[in-house]
């Protein structure tokens, strides 16, 4: 899976928001002592984020090391080591929050969106991600879905043009919106969200690559995916939940959008343990950078 760009820039904001001018408790350990340490898993999930833990450590001491015992996007079970670490105990102390930040976080995204991947698992249907992302995470956020196996919608607002409720009441209406946009940006792939099935039939016509389905009953659903004869891409959202999303898929939309993925977040719950065997005045590791 491709590192997204934002790495260097995540881990640089949070070790200047954790660590600002020096981590003041560190002076209480030796410089020059040693300590090792493995990550656990208290609770079942998918381990999602080793670029920003590693880049962390490396970033206040390029000489810790770090030995992943789980590939990345690993389903794991509670109580699983997932890497060992080992270098200057101060480096291990300093790094060990804002690591653990990232890689609670994004495995706490990739678990959910395996839920609901696994959840309409045997339909043609995919599980995406919105913009309803932590301000300043947002590709870190969507590697994380991706790594849960879901897609991942639009990036931000510059990519993919999406015609919203009140963007159709202040265009005039659905029609008037859709030329408006083509006539600016012909390219730009344009999804227009409906709430009835007239809408959906006036958005059709009017030329929409997608329509987004804003909480549609299932019958209604059907009815849109019938009436569209797969003429745009059908994306259903809105009050969808582990309990009902498979039979929203069921209804044969091609994708199912799910902001709570990102915005609803239940970070995996991670440890951090020291061997408590560390020694004082031996070599720090000379590898990790």
């Known amino acids: 899976m491709r590192q997204p760009a934002s790495v260097d820039d995540d881990i640089a904001r949070a070790l200047a928001e954790d660590v600002g001018g020096g981590d003041l408790s560190a002076a209480a350990i030796p410089a020059d002592r040693i300590e090792r340490a493995r990550v656990i898993a208290r609770a079942p999930g998918v381990v999602c984020g080793r670029p920003w833990f590693d880049g962390v450590f490396h970033s206040v001491d390029p000489r810790v090391t770090i030995e992943w015992h ?47 991947v696994d959840a309409v698992a045997g339909t043609d249907t995919a599980i995406l991600d919105t913009r309803k992302t932590l301000p300043g995470l947002r590709q870190a956020q969507k590697y994380a879905v991706a790594c849960g196996g879901g897609a991942n919608h639009r990036m931000g607002l510059y990519d993919a043009a999406m015609l919203k409720e ?16 083509r006539a600016e940006h012909p ?103």
């Open 70 to 116: 789980v590939d990345e996007g690993a389903s794991v079970a509670a109580e699983t080591a997932l890497c060992s670490l080992e270098g200057p105990a101060r480096a291990l102390f300093t790094a060990e929050r804002s690591a653990l930040n990232f890689l609670q976080l994004l495995s706490g995204v990739a678990t959910a969106t395996r839920a609901y």
């Open 187 to 289: 390219e730009a792939p344009l999804t227009v969200e409906v709430e009835t099935l007239d809408q959906v039939r006036e958005a059709l016509a009017a030329g929409a690559d997608r329509l987004l389905l804003d909480n549609f009953s299932l019958d209604d659903l059907r009815t849109a995916v019938s009436d569209n004869a797969g003429r745009a891409w059908l994306e259903a959202s809105g009050g969808i939940t582990l309990a009902n999303v498979r039979a929203v898929a069921e209804t044969g939309v091609d994708c199912i959008s799910i902001g709570a993925l990102t915005k609803d977040i239940a970070a995996l719950d991670l440890s951090m343990r020291f061997a408590g065997d560390g020694v004082s005045g031996g070599n720090a590791p000379t590898g990790g950078a």
């Open 166 to 181: 009140n963007h159709l009441h202040a265009a005039g209406g659905i029609t008037a919106a859709v030329q408006a946009l």
